[in-house]
């Protein structure tokens, strides 16, 4: 099963600083249809105007993972870590036991983000925070994995769960392949372009959910970026 969802469907706010689109139920969109995709919680399109950013708050028990689109996002959290993420590259937010952090665009322009939660498999452990360069020629034609808690993915950066998060850029015309295993999902977003998963056409911006299948064949209908997640 393939089911295309709608970048115009998404629940969302504007916030003037902030233009946000909710694949799942969060803050003020409810919607008992699409609360979760397994263990995949969150996934929003954010839209951060310059100079502006989200303030310290505190999370806990949850794997957030920020992938940037554009821009930089600048990372501040109260055990003391600091970093600035930049557009192709990941930062990973283990929540743990409890965390609080601030997340701004300290840029001259619009930063485009996709923050993905993933519930864990074990809650109550230590709080961390990581970031790592993940140049963009590196997953031209192919998926890479960016942050994973899978045995098989040791040059990711760690999560605390059964999940994987991986990338590709395709040129128009290409394809690239993506194998799911047995019982698994997988969500899938073109963050720019135009692509066919499978059978199944979708835009920049719109959400893919997979379940029941074993392989996807993903091709670009123009020059794309691909993000996706594969869950329990």
Do not use: C
């Amino acid at each position: 099963m393939i089911e295309r969802r709608p970048y115009q469907e998404l629940g969302g706010a504007q916030h003037g600083w902030l233009d946000t689109r909710h694949h799942f139920s969060f803050a003020d969109y409810h919607d008992p249809a699409r609360m979760h995709w397994g263990h995949l919680r969150v996934w929003n399109d954010d839209t951060i105007a310059p100079q502006s950013g989200f303030p310290q708050h505190p999370h806990r028990d949850m794997e957030i993972i920020t992938y940037v689109r554009s821009g930089a996002i600048t990372h501040r959290d109260n055990l003391g870590n600091h970093g600035r993420t930049v557009a192709g590259d990941v930062q990973v937010m283990s929540a743990g036991t409890g965390i609080a952090h601030s997340e701004y665009n300290l840029e001259n322009e619009d930063t485009r983000i996709f923050q993905i939660w993933i519930i864990p498999d074990e809650t109550g452990l230590p709080p961390s925070w990581g970031t790592r360069p993940f140049p963009k020629g590196e997953r031209s034609g192919a998926f890479v994995t960016l942050a994973s808690g899978m045995p098989d993915d040791q040059d990711a950066l760690p999560i605390r769960a059964n999940a994987r998060l991986a990338a590709a850029t395709l040129q128009a015309g290409s394809s690239a392949e993506y194998v799911v295993g047995a019982g698994r999902k997988v969500y899938l977003v073109p963050a720019s372009g135009r692509i066919e998963v499978n059978s199944v056409e979708a835009e920049a911006g719109d959400g893919v959910a997979v379940r029941d299948e074993t392989s996807l064949r993903i091709t670009a209908l123009e020059e794309s970026e691909i993000v996706l997640v594969d869950v329990a």
